[in-house]
Nanobody, 123 residues
Framework: QVQLVESGGGLVQAGGSLRLSCAAS????????MGWFRQAPGKEREFVAV???????AYADSVKGRFTISRDNAKNTVYLEMNSLNPEDTAVYYC?????????????????WGQGTQVTVSS
C-alpha cells in the first residue's frame, strides 16, 4: 500500500501561483511514477502532469509552460508548481502513484490516490 497526502491548495487570484505537495508513505516511493490530476465540479477527472521513476515528464497541453512537476525521492514527495493560474484551473487536485504504467494520461493506470486538495482561482 502507498498512502498519499496532498497539501498546498488554496484560494489565489488569477495570475498567481501555488505549489502543491504530495507526501507518500508505505512502499518505496522511487519505484512509482507519480501523476497529478484534477477534477472540476461536474467534470471528469483529467490528467495534469506525470513524472516517471526516471524523471521523464509529460504535461497536459492546458498547463504546459505554466506548471512544473518535480519529485524528491529522498523526501518521498512530488510537487506541482503552478504559475499564471486562471479560473479554469479551479479544481480539486489529486496526486496518484502507479507501479507500472502504459498510458500515464489515464486515470485507470494509477494504483493509489490521495484525498485531493482544493485549488480555487478567482478572477
Amino acid at each position: 500500500q502507498v498512502q498519499l497526502v496532498e497539501s498546498g491548495g488554496g484560494l489565489v487570484q488569477a495570475g498567481g501561483s501555488l505549489r502543491l505537495s504530495c507526501a507518500a508513505s508505505g512502499r518505496t516511493f522511487s519505484n512509482y511514477a507519480m501523476g497529478w490530476f484534477r477534477q472540476a465540479p461536474g467534470k471528469e477527472r483529467e490528467f495534469v502532469a506525470v513524472i516517471s521513476r526516471s524523471s521523464r515528464i509529460a504535461y497536459a497541453d492546458s498547463v504546459k509552460g505554466r506548471f512544473t512537476i518535480s519529485r524528491d525521492n529522498a523526501k518521498n514527495t512530488v510537487y506541482l508548481e503552478m504559475n499564471s493560474l486562471n479560473p479554469e484551473d479551479t479544481a480539486v487536485y489529486y496526486c496518484a502513484a502507479a507501479g507500472s504504467i502504459a498510458n500515464p494520461y489515464s486515470v485507470g493506470q494509477y494504483d493509489y490516490w490521495g484525498q485531493g486538495t482544493q485549488v480555487t482561482v478567482s478572477s
